[in-house]
């Protein structure tokens, strides 16, 4: 059981380029989500999904785009990377009576 | 609008005593609270959570209790060891999809 994956684990860009962070669950769980933590603080919702084909917005959504075509897969589109989204990003799937699952990361840089 | 915060960025306990982290939230309407804890380099990890018609759950070491009146949560450790040394979150949210997380809580557990 592989849980959440998240894929790269690590990347660097150069402004100005786009990139998709893939994301994959395997418990078919309904909701799924996008985090990302800054130094020092805590994890603010970029996007969510509760489920195939439905999205939304969440804290944070400018210069993020998701799909939500399957409801194993839910990748996050980075669509001119800046500076700004050097961050280490989370996606989470969730069992309503369980909480969520979190996936080990990706951290972006955008030089 | 609504946050979740905790009272202190950082606790440093003795290793054997028992902690406690706290939390405030301010969103009346959430009624499913959950805490991570999470260790460096790391995704977010399931601790305990606790849904809005119970105010104590206990788990392996880890007591939440929720005091709905003050709109306040907290974490208890038993007999904490230097493997509880990480960062803790609070997460509030709505019918078992948590949407809002606090800034952290560093824990360190000295000798």
């Known amino acids: 059981n592989a849980g959440v994956t998240q894929t790269p684990k690590f990347q660097v860009l150069k402004t100005g380029q786009s990139m998709t962070l893939q994301c994959a669950q395997d418990?078919?769980?309904?909701?799924m989500s996008w985090y990302r933590q800054d130094p020092g603080m805590g994890l603010r919702l970029i996007h969510y999904?509760?489920?195939?084909?439905?999205?939304d917005q969440g804290e944070v959504p400018n210069g993020y785009n998701v799909s939500r075509s399957t409801t194993e897969d839910f990748p996050l589109r980075l669509l001119s990377a800046a500076p700004s989204q050097t961050s280490v990003y989370f996606c989470?799937?969730?069992?309503?009576?369980?909480?969520?699952?979190f996936g080990s990361g990706t951290r972006l840089t955008v030089v | 609008g609504e946050s979740v915060g905790l009272h202190l960025p950082t606790l440093s306990v003795q290793e054997g005593d028992n902690s406690i982290i706290n939390c405030a939230y301010s969103?009346?309407?959430?009624?499913?609270f959950i805490w991570y804890k999470q260790e460096s380099g790391k995704g977010p990890q399931f601790i305990i959570d606790?849904?809005?018609?119970?105010d104590k759950r206990q788990g392996q070491r880890v007591t939440v209790l929720l005091n709905k009146t003050v709109k306040h949560l907290s974490l208890q450790i038993a007999a904490t060891q230097p493997g509880d040394s990480a960062v803790y979150f609070c997460?509030?949210?709505?019918?078992?999809?948590?949407?809002?997380f606090g800034k952290g809580t560093s824990l360190l557990v000295t000798p």
């Open positions: 989470a799937s969730s069992d309503r009576d369980r909480g969520y699952t």
């Open positions: 418990m078919n769980h309904e909701y």
């Open positions: 999904s509760v489920g195939a084909g439905i999205t």
């Open positions: 969103n009346s309407a959430s009624d499913y």
């Open positions: 606790i849904r809005s018609n119970m």
């Open positions: 997460a509030e949210g709505h019918s078992g999809y948590a949407l809002n």
